[in-house]
């Protein structure tokens, strides 16, 4: 008789060297093609808001490696991402099936220029985005000094379905109340959305809704 091949399984893999091996402790998905994830913080790794990590999985002998933005802030005790699912996708295939207690691979080094140190102060700040695009912009709207160099913080996030603007808003809703940036981001922070595909009060392109006026 054959024998059954079993699955592989992370742990039969030697975590990489030069690597985080950090612990999923949430992961909340929001429509069949969106998900967020949170993973325990190595006391070492610093970052500043706005940059982006190279993750991965322990699930083979070269695991792959991709650029994710860092959807926290730098204060944060824990590190977030907001992924699109891709069925095929060499990573996000097998991350969109993580679950608390997962292993994710992180590489030392984050980087990225869209961060306060390379933005002058201003009137506006201007943040636009669509779909996972708004990660980035995720971390910088809990950082106190995004609203110290800006008048004026606006976010526009568009989206092809009212579903998909779900992790923006309730973000959005939940810095009315944050003990650390709430009183600037009720006074400073401005939200847009807009849909593509579906009814809703706004729809279009933001491109195409600054043209219109």
């Known amino acids: 008789m054959d024998e059954i091949a079993q699955p592989v399984k992370p742990q039969d893999f030697a975590i990489p060297a030069g690597v985080f091996a950090e612990t999923v402790t949430e992961v909340q998905h ?65 991350l969109q099936k993580l679950r608390e207690g997962d292993t994710v691979l992180m590489r030392r080094k984050p980087t990225g220029t869209l961060v306060n140190d390379a933005l002058l102060p201003g009137k506006r700040l201007y943040m636009f985005s669509t779909g996972t695009g708004i990660a980035p912009f995720a971390s910088l709207i809990r950082d106190p000094e995004t609203y110290e160099k800006f008048d004026e913080v606006i976010l526009t996030h568009t989206c092809r379905q009212v579903a998909e603007l779900r992790y923006g808003q309730e973000l959005v809703a939940a810095l009315q109340d944050d003990p650390l940036v709430g009183e600037m981001a009720r006074a400073q922070l401005r ?5 593509t595909r579906e009814a809703f009060p706004v729809t279009g392109r933001i491109t195409d809704l600054m043209e219109s006026g």
């Open 30 to 94: 929001y429509t069949d093609h969106l998900f967020r994830f949170r993973i325990t913080r190595p006391a070492s790794f610093r970052f500043r808001s706005g940059e982006f990590v190279m993750i991965g999985l322990p699930n083979a002998e070269k695991p792959v490696f991709r650029a994710y933005s860092i959807a926290s802030p730098s204060w944060d005790e824990e590190i977030e991402f907001f992924s699109i699912k891709v069925p095929d996708g060499p990573l996000t295939q097998h």
């Open 191 to 195: 939200h847009y959305c807009s849909v």
